[in-house]
Each structure stands twice: as C-alpha cells, then as structure tokens.
T-cell receptor, first 109, second 112 residues
Framework: GQNIDQPTEMTATEGAIVQINCTYQ??????LFWYQQHAGEAPTFLSY??LDGLEEKGRFSSFLSRSKGYSYLLLKELQMKDSASYLC??????????WGAGTKLIIKP | IAGITQAPTSQILAAGRRMTLRCTQD?????MYWYRQDLGLGLRLIHY???????GKGEVPDGYSVSRANTDDFPLTLASAVPSQTSVYFC???????????FGPGTRLLVL
C-alpha cells in the first residue's frame, strides 16, 4: 500500500531551527512535495524534490533520499508566523499525490 | 488574476439534500482535483480531471460526482448528502499532472 508518515506535532522556539521528517512508500515515485497550511486556510506550496539532495529556498530547505524513502523540511530562524501544519506528499506512478496527515508546528517565544 | 475560486465559502446542509460545490480557475491549468480534509487525516482525493472532457475517481469517490465541460470549471456534486460528508473541501489545479498543485480557499460543509 501507499503511505506517508510524519510526526503529528512538534514544538520549537522562535529563532531556532527545526527539522520535520517524512517517510514515504508510494507505487512508483515522481517527486516529493511540501506544503504549508495555516489553520483555517488552504495548503500553499513550499518545495518539490525529485532528485536526491538538498533544495534551499530562503529560510526553508527540503531534502530527499530516494533510496531511503525519506525527506525532511528544514526551517531556519523560526518566526511566529511559521506556526502552521506542514504537509508532506508523494507523487505516485499515476501522478496522484499521496498525502501525510501533516505535522503541526508550534512556535514558542 | 484570482487563481482558484470556490463557492460557497461555507454551507450547512440538511441530510438528503443535493449540493454542488463550485470551483473555477483562471490559470488555464489542464488538471483539476477535488479533495476532502478531515481532522487527523491527510487530504484525500475524491475525483480528478487530467484535462477538459475527462474525469477519474480518486480514493473516496462514493457519493460524489464531477464534470469537466471546459478548462476553467470543475463542479463537485453531492447527490444526497449524508453526515459523513461533513468536511472541508478543497479544489486544486495544476498545469499538468506532473506539476505543482495550487489550492482554492476551501468550502466548509456541515451536513446535519
């Protein structure tokens, strides 16, 4: 079966760094997406990885290891506005996104 | 450019009633999707359309139908609503099936 696993909730301090992990099992693999979702709002796109390695985009970076079925999202210099849920999703062989349940990130001052 | 719009924003519906959720995009994207999001669960695909004139079933299609008469519009119909269809419904679109999906603001539906 297809599955995406990520922690339910994480807590971090303003100004710090946090890493949100995601493991995936999909039928075929066409890339790994990360989205941010603030409470009561729609998901918004953060990053896409299809090759192994690190993609950096400002304070956010995303890493992929296809051999390990593993990805992480790294958030640096945390700000209060980063409090949100972070959704990991794998694109399978039919080009359908398989979604994790999301990681709720709580930022404390 | 509005991107993707959904209507209504929220709705309370009596069980057994018929309801159509509307979704319109102005990005000329080929692919469109309907998801539902429930607490503690990931987004679940209801129906999708890879291009105008075609539709397909996702993970949870029962009780829902869609149509894709043109590129811009992708309405979702609940033929006879049941309480288990209480959820937040998101419409999304992507230029092609391989590319990033962009989401509408969602419709919050309560079926009593």
């Amino acid at each position: 079966g297809q599955n995406i696993d990520q922690p339910t909730e994480m807590t971090a301090t303003e100004g710090a760094i946090v890493q949100i992990n995601c493991t995936y099992q999909t039928s075929g693999f066409n890339g790994l997406f990360w989205y941010q979702q603030h409470a009561g709002e729609a998901p918004t796109f953060l990053s896409y990885n299809v090759l192994d390695g690190l993609e950096e985009k400002g304070r956010f970076s995303s890493f992929l290891s296809r051999s390990k079925g593993y990805s992480y999202l790294l958030l640096k210099e945390l700000q209060m506005k980063d409090s949100a849920s972070y959704l990991c999703a794998g694109l399978d062989s039919n080009y359908q996104l398989i979604w994790g349940a999301g990681t709720k990130l709580i930022i404390k001052p | 450019i509005a991107g993707i719009t959904q209507a209504p924003t929220s709705q309370i519906l009596a069980a057994g009633r018929r309801m159509t959720l509307r979704c319109t995009q102005d990005m000329r994207h080929n692919a469109m999707y309907w998801y539902r999001q429930d607490l503690g669960l990931g987004l679940r695909l209801i129906h999708y359309s890879n291009t105008a004139g075609t539709t397909g079933k996702g993970e949870v299609p029962d009780g829902y139908s869609v149509s894709r008469a043109n590129t811009d519009d992708f309405p979702l119909t609940l033929a006879s609503a049941v309480p288990s269809q209480t959820s937040v419904y998101f419409c999304a679109s992507s230029a092609t099936v391989q590319e990033t999906q962009y989401f509408g603001p969602g419709t919050r539906l309560l079926v009593l």
